[in-house]
């Protein structure tokens, strides 16, 4: 995310976009359900960690902005280099969470999580990544979470 609020600063762009958003979770619901996962967890995962990613890109410019930093050299283009490679994570991920559903859709992931210190200097951040694996919504196929907008 370093590098993509690197771009997004370069470049004065908003941290915030809607439609690729939008655009991310519809493939991946369709692709969950090609792999036989719920559509409506997938989408819970990859919305809790586009907000995770949106808290360390509010932090980084809060921090920015009271350094006054200055465009950063040498940063890679959002579009063509850095957009392109997260998004191959994508089927990385969902391959992951096929092979590990069993895992992930019993109260062991939570367990296996629970006491676990993750030392990070995005705590916020850190709290929506985690979400999806914590908060038992894959015990269930229809899951309606609470709003879990980040805030800057």
């Known amino acids: 995310m370093e590098q993509v609020s690197k771009s997004k600063w370069n470049t004065k762009s908003s941290i915030e976009d809607p439609e690729r958003?939008?655009?991310?979770?519809?493939?991946?619901?369709?692709?969950?359900?090609?792999?036989?996962?719920?559509?409506?967890?997938v989408q819970h995962f990859f919305r809790l960690q586009m907000e995770a990613s949106k808290?360390?890109?509010?932090?980084?410019?809060?921090?920015?902005?009271?350094?006054?930093?200055?465009?950063?050299?040498?940063?890679l283009d959002l579009k063509t280099a850095i957009r392109p490679r997260l998004d191959s994570l994508d089927d990385k991920i969902l391959a992951a969470m096929k092979a590990n559903w069993s895992t992930l859709s019993l109260r062991g992931a939570n367990q296996q999580l629970q006491g676990c210190e993750v030392p990070t200097k995005f705590p916020k951040a850190m709290a929506f990544?985690?979400?999806?694996?914590?908060?038992?919504?894959?015990?269930?196929?229809?899951?309606?979470?609470?709003?879990?907008?980040a805030k800057p």
Request: charge should be negative; proline fraction near 6%; avoid cysteine.
């Open 129 to 149: 990544a985690l979400t999806p694996l914590t908060d038992r919504s894959s015990e269930t196929t229809g899951i309606a979470p609470a709003s879990t907008r």
């Open 55 to 75: 808290q360390v890109q509010y932090q980084l410019f809060a921090e920015w902005h009271e350094t006054s930093q200055a465009q950063f050299p040498e940063v």
């Open 21 to 41: 958003e939008q655009k991310i979770l519809a493939d991946v619901a369709v692709k969950a359900r090609e792999l036989g996962l719920s559509p409506q967890w």
